[in-house]
T-cell receptor
Framework: DTAVSQTPKYLVTQMGNDKSIKCEQN?????MYWYKQDSKKFLKIMFS???????INETVPNRFSPKSPDKAHLNLHINSLELGDSAVYFC????????????FGPGTRLTVL | GENVEQHPSTLSVQEGDSAVIKCTYS??????FPWYKQELGKRPQLIID?????GEKKDQRIAVTLNKTAKHFSLHITETQPEDSAVYFC?????????????FGTGTRLLVSP
């Protein structure tokens, strides 16, 4: 019954590899987000989708590609992983025009070696 | 774009004391200001929010004040307890754009000692 879930919880990989993180929400929300939280705890938005349409695309390298197959899912694929990609990635969701609370997933800790 | 500054970066208080965290924002169009609490190893969770048509909002031991003219808002926690220990983030957003882009402050690590 988890509202926003992410898989995997931990991801350890070598530089240059390609990896994906999956996010699902069962709240019926129409908007989903990806955030990156670095080692200093800075929390920064990367992408947002509303009803499968990309509406926010911050200054993120092209190696990061989000995909939203439906409004309950938002996945993040990362190509050619670099050391600086190591961080905790949080997925979140909210419902436009129905309060403004964003509900966060548990996070995926990505470590690039 | 919006820029949110948050102070202090760390705050240590004794149990029962009050704690105040302050944020300033740069974009006068911002009209929604949430506060999130993140416990160690956990996800950020909303604890209180305020919209620009209100100057103050209170929920039990926590309150938020907003000064639109000065473009700053503050979180007040009274009668602090050890379980209040966490990182607190302020954020700002312009809801009139039709989508919610939260710009977060840099976080305040609050430590409440018994």
């Amino acid at each position: 019954d988890t509202a926003v879930s992410q898989t995997p919880k931990y991801l350890v990989t070598q530089m240059g590899n390609d990896k994906s993180i999956k996010c699902e929400q069962n709240l019926g929300h129409d908007t989903m987000y990806w955030y990156k939280q670095d080692s200093k705890k800075f929390l920064k938005i990367m992408f947002s989708y509303n009803n499968k349409e990309l509406i926010i695309n911050e200054t993120v390298p092209n190696r990061f590609s989000p995909k939203s197959p439906d409004k309950a899912h938002l996945n993040l694929h990362i190509n050619s992983l670099e050391l600086g990609d190591s961080a905790v990635y949080f997925c979140a969701s909210s419902q436009r025009n129905a309060g403004n609370e964003q509900f966060f997933g548990p996070g995926t800790r990505l470590t690039v070696l | 774009g919006e820029n949110v500054e948050q102070h202090p970066s760390t705050l240590s208080v004794q149990e029962g004391d009050s704690a105040v965290i302050k944020c300033t924002y740069s974009d006068s169009a911002s009209n929604y200001f949430p506060w999130y609490k993140q416990e160690l190893g956990k996800r950020p969770q909303l604890i209180i929010d305020i919209r620009s048509n209100v100057g103050e909002k209170k929920d039990q031991r926590i309150a938020v004040t907003l000064n639109k003219t000065a473009k700053h808002f503050s979180l007040h926690i009274t009668e602090t307890q050890p379980e209040d220990s966490a990182v607190y983030f302020c954020a700002a957003s312009n809801m009139n754009t039709g989508f919610q882009k939260l710009v977060f402050g840099t976080g305040t690590r609050l430590l409440v000692s018994p």
